[in-house]
């Protein structure tokens, strides 16, 4: 058998090895183990399609007939895969269970009918081929992969939407867990699944076979992306995002009783420091101030004031802002309140997010030591990690979104 090794063909083989490769390293790789091992399935799935197109494009079919209906169709396994990834990597509780089964339906009865076809004898495949392969199951294995690619690519993008406007609501530090990497796959597959739209209508409706399909090409490129960037996402262990119990949450706390607030306790803090409210209060003026009454009955329900104080001190008297990576539960545990109780306080009486409320902490706390002598001691950005930030690039983004100014240019105003 002779290959010619085209530039196509070159780039297939080595695209398939590499996912091979990079699927074996996801499956074994401690961090993110249950959703590794769904992407390192969905690589090997990918690149088993893959391998077809290598085929064609070497002539392999055309040397030796009996690779036809070989078992690398696994192709219904996409979408699944791919939303099961998302599921589980945003929630680090997530299990399979058997009533996730019916999912993978599908590709069972794929897998099985080319295991089968596999073990007849040749003349049996040609029959198949010819008579019911060709003009039926092909169309339904195009189709309905499509189908189902796009289904459930719909599914994952509506989940990552989801779990980006909880994610501020729980974490201080989300630089590393907002998946941005992983939207732009799914942009990807998007486009993806509108490529093999058009071949669909030009097989269906003009005939055209392999004429311009480049859905392989596409899926080589976001097998290669998956392989080199999969590897590098962030331990997300501390991720417990679960849409369903997220919206029950957030009804059962608008439906509480509203409550006038009671005065809040003015709390005692550090003799040296600046009081930290007054510091926020400076850098997001608008975001600081708590709603005193409830002008009526269908107002905005108001956070309890004893809530509030507590948070307050948690923040502002022991100071838990220096935390790099502080989440909602760590707060919870730390005051012994309730995490939906302080995400509806925070919401509600502080009209901010919990990323925004410490972030504007952390600022002020910048802003304070800049203005002491003893910032010479330290680098700007070594105040910014005492202060509580853990990157120098969350440090810039933040400081400017609370100040409207960079922090070197904040530094030299300061140094005037």
């Not at 009804?251 to 809040?264: D, G, W, Y």
């Not at 990576?325 to 730390?334: G, I, N, R, V, Y």
């Not at 950005?381 to 005492?386: D, P, S, T």
């Amino acid at each position: 058998m002779q290959i010619p090794f085209t530039p196509l063909v070159v780039v297939l083989l080595a695209v398939v090895a590499q996912a091979v490769f990079a699927a074996g390293l996801l499956w074994l790789a401690p961090a993110n183990r249950l959703p590794n091992r769904f992407l390192a399935l969905l690589m090997l799935a990918i690149a088993l399609w893959l391998l077809d197109g290598f085929f064609r494009e070497a002539n392999i079919y055309g040397q030796n007939a009996n690779w036809y209906f070989a078992p690398i169709y696994y192709s219904f396994a996409f979408g699944p895969l791919l939303y099961f990834y998302v599921r589980s990597l945003v929630n680090h509780d997530f299990r399979l269970q058997r009533r996730h089964v019916w999912h993978f339906g599908p590709v069972l009865l794929q897998a099985g009918l080319y295991w089968w076809l596999r073990l007849q004898p040749y003349s049996t495949r040609l029959w198949f081929w010819e008579t019911v392969h060709q003009p039926y199951t092909y169309r339904v294995e195009f189709i309905g992969t499509w189908v189902s690619l796009t289904v459930y690519l719909g599914l994952s993008l509506r989940l990552l939407q989801q779990y980006r406007r909880w994610l501020p609501d729980n974490f201080s530090e989300v630089s590393k867990l907002r998946l941005q990497w992983l939207r732009v796959l799914l942009v990807l597959v998007g486009v993806v699944s509108a490529q093999w739209l058009l071949e669909v209508v030009l097989r269906e409706f003009f005939g055209l076979y392999y004429a311009y399909d480049y859905s392989t090409e596409l899926l080589g490129v976001v097998v290669f992306l998956v392989g080199v960037v999969g590897l590098r996402q962030a331990d997300m262990r501390a991720v417990r995002f679960e849409p369903e119990l997220a919206e029950q949450e957030l009804a059962a706390l608008e439906l509480q009783p509203v409550s006038t607030p009671l005065a809040v306790p003015t709390l005692p803090l550090q003799p040296d420091a600046t009081p930290a409210a007054s510091l926020v209060a400076e850098a997001a003026p608008e975001t600081t101030a708590i709603q005193a009454t409830a002008t009526t009955a269908t107002a905005a329900p108001v956070a309890d004031a004893a809530v509030v104080a507590r948070i307050r001190q948690a923040l502002e008297q022991e100071r838990l802002y220096l935390n790099p990576t502080l989440t909602l539960a760590e707060l919870s545990a730390h005051t012994g309140l309730a995490a939906r109780l302080i995400s509806f306080t925070v919401n509600n009486g502080f009209g901010q997010s919990f990323n925004d409320l410490v972030n504007g902490y952390r600022v002020a706390e910048v802003k304070r030591r800049l203005a002491t002598p003893d910032a010479r001691r330290l680098t700007l950005l070594g105040i910014a990690f005492e202060s509580g930030f853990n990157s120098k690039t969350t440090f810039n983004r933040i400081f400017k979104q609370f100040t409207g100014t960079a922090p070197r240019d904040w530094n030299a105003g300061v140094a005037e």
